[in-house]
């Protein structure tokens, strides 16, 4: 394993990560939590997993934070991290584990600056103004 990998692998599952967060922050048109027996603890989260299609036990054991409306909170640096560990310790573990996955990750990230490359020349040959 080199180095550079490793680093576009983490780069990579951390840009996953942060679209899962967004994604899961901005469609969500149902509330996560309903908070129907405040100050009980175990009732509000067997109620929330039961009645939420969004909301699960790993929410509660890594402390998802929620809006006063239920809500994912979009602006929590935490729901932010919790979605980046998540995409970084699944990815990895998959990648892994396939055989020959880490193989075809590093062959893609030893292509993919060409390809970036060829895309940026062609679309410097292509650009037209007017």
């Given at each position: 394993m080199i180095v550079w990998h490793i680093t576009a692998a983490i780069l990579t599952l951390t840009m996953i990560g942060t679209a899962a967060h967004v994604f899961r922050s901005s469609f969500n048109f149902i509330p996560d939590r309903f908070n129907a027996a405040p100050g009980r603890f175990w009732t509000n989260h067997a109620i929330?997993?039961?009645?939420?299609?969004?909301?699960?036990?790993?929410?509660?054991?890594?402390?998802?934070?929620?809006?006063?409306?239920?809500?994912?909170?979009?602006f929590s640096l935490r729901n932010l991290r919790i979605a980046c560990t998540w995409t970084i310790a699944c990815g990895t573990a998959i990648g892994l584990s396939i055989p020959g996955g880490w193989d075809w990750f590093a062959a893609t990230a030893n292509a993919?600056?060409?390809?970036?490359?060829?895309?940026?020349?062609?679309r410097l040959n292509n650009m037209t103004f007017f």
């Open positions: 929330d997993d039961m009645l939420s299609s969004n909301y699960g036990f790993w929410d509660m054991v890594a402390g998802t934070e929620y809006d006063s409306d239920g809500y994912y909170e979009f993919a600056p060409g390809w970036l490359w060829a895309l940026f020349v062609h």
